[in-house]
């Protein structure tokens, strides 16, 4: 502790003194203020806690958008297809509208914590394009007379960022 109160963090080496006989007759040690190390160190470890909490906080939040995404698009065919009163249509559009409300809040997080990617690795192709074709095939905005017809090879793969769904297929 220095005198004006602040800490410092010491580091020291010592060593034995010896005359021409090889007698001890002393020791020699040398301190070496290392407190700026320590808190880049510290700094570091900070740094390291925020980013794997902002990549945690991303996962989750591609977790939430997954089923969020499933809900609205179900919520929407049954909308559509259901002969709803009057009340239950408004009671309809207004779970749809909070669903697209936290799909913008979600969509603006991930923005904001945009976490750095990790390597890319051999992901399926075709697995992503089937589930993507599954969830258009039953969109409201493919009951407009459109015929989807399906031929996909069946070993298409690509590198690409793994999702942290068990659901997805992987690719963000």
């Known amino acids: ?7 410092l963090i010491l580091g020291f080496s010592s ?3 010896r005359d021409k006989q090889q007698n001890e007759i002393g020791k020699v040690s040398t301190f070496r203020d290392l407190t700026h190390l320590h808190e880049m ?5 900070r740094i390291d806690q925020l980013a794997a909490l902002g990549g945690l906080a991303a996962g989750i939040a591609h977790e939430i958008r997954n089923p969020l995404t499933s809900l609205s698009g179900s919520l929407q065919v049954l909308r559509d297809e259901l002969d709803l009163t009057e009340e239950n249509q408004k009671l309809m559009d207004i779970a749809l509208g909070e669903t697209k ?11 904001f914590a945009q976490p750095e990617r990790g390597e890319k690795k051999k992901l399926d192709l075709s697995s992503l394009i089937e589930e993507t ?3 258009f095939i039953h969109s409201p905005e493919c009951k407009q007379n ?3 017809t399906k031929s996909i090879a069946p070993a298409l793969f690509i590198d690409g960022m793994p ?3 068990s659901r997805s297929s992987g690719i963000y």
């Open 163 to 165: 999702a942290t769904s």
């Open 41 to 45: 160190e510290e700094k570091i470890k």
């Open 133 to 135: 074709l599954d969830l």
């Open 146 to 148: 459109i015929q989807v």
């Open 101 to 111: 409300r936290l799909n913008n809040l979600i969509t603006d997080f991930l923005l």
């Open 1 to 7: 502790m220095r005198s004006d109160g602040a800490t």
């Open 15 to 17: 060593s034995i003194l």
